[in-house]
């Protein structure tokens, strides 16, 4: 079984955008699907971006388009979600989730997750 640890969210104003990294306590394997979910208090959870096969292929979701990138290393068996032009409201706590089989944009589709890191951008 996948399990996934999340590091690396925080404050905007603590220095520089943050950058969360999800590691696997398995590999996650070429077939499997990593994706990156956030939820806003009061709000649903939200994909925001995937990375399927290693890289093969990634897929945004509009809030994300042009200000995230999502990337893979499989040596270190870590996907990392790279933030950049944030806003107020990307405050999120923000979830790594693996899915056996091709990428959704469904949360209910993953199934394996993380316990979620807290990003907060202040204006």
């Known amino acids: 079984q996948v399990q996934l640890v999340e590091l690396g969210g925080g404050s905007v104003q603590a220095g520089g955008p943050p950058r969360p990294s999800c590691a696997a306590t398995k590999g996650i394997y070429r077939s499997n699907c990593v994706g990156w979910s956030r939820q806003a208090p009061g709000k649903g959870r939200e994909v925001v971006a995937t990375?399927?096969?290693?890289?093969?292929?990634?897929y945004y979701a509009e809030s994300a388009k042009g200000r995230f990138t999502i990337s893979q290393d499989s040596a270190k068996n870590t996907v990392y979600l790279q933030m950049a032009s944030l806003k107020p409201e990307d405050t999120a706590m923000y979830y790594c989730?693996?899915?056996?089989?091709?990428?959704?944009?469904?949360?209910?589709?993953?199934?394996?997750w993380g316990q979620g890191t807290q990003v907060t951008v202040s204006s």
């Open positions: 990375i399927y096969s290693g890289g093969v292929s990634t």
């Open positions: 989730a693996a899915r056996r089989r091709g990428c959704s944009t469904r949360p209910d589709q993953y199934d394996y």
